[in-house]
């Protein structure tokens, strides 16, 4: 089992900026690729950012050019930093973590969430 903490989320206003950051714990044999994720109210889930253990990024065209993912794989950290944020990305963001190379949306684990609200 693998365990996933989310913190970092909070209120700002747009244009501002805000760090998110997952500590993973647990099986570390079970952490290979990790990502970001987000649901807003009313949507489905949907992939933010992604990147894997030797460092290859993926991000939703949403996103590209505004946010950036990076991981310590030391620590099992990954961190995501949102800058130029909108009220769009008002949303819970997910970290979530799996054994496989690459992230899908269909990920082995998941924190609970942290909320990030950004207001007009």
């Known amino acids: 089992q693998v365990q996933l903490v989310e913190s970092g989320g909070g209120l700002v206003q747009a244009g501002g900026s805000l760090r998110l950051s997952c500590a993973a714990s647990g099986s570390i044999l079970s952490i290979n690729a990790m990502g970001w994720y987000r649901q807003a109210p009313g949507k489905q889930r949907e992939l933010v950012a992604t990147?894997?253990?030797?460092?290859?990024?993926n991000y939703a065209d949403s996103v590209k050019g505004r946010f950036t993912i990076a991981r310590d794989n030391a620590k099992n950290i990954v961190d995501l930093q949102m800058n130029s944020l909108i009220p769009e990305d008002t949303a819970i963001y997910y970290c979530a973590t799996t054994p496989r190379t690459y992230a899908s949306t269909n990920m082995a684990y998941w924190g609970k969430g942290t909320l990030v609200t950004v207001s007009s």
């Open positions: 990147i894997t253990r030797g460092g290859n990024t």
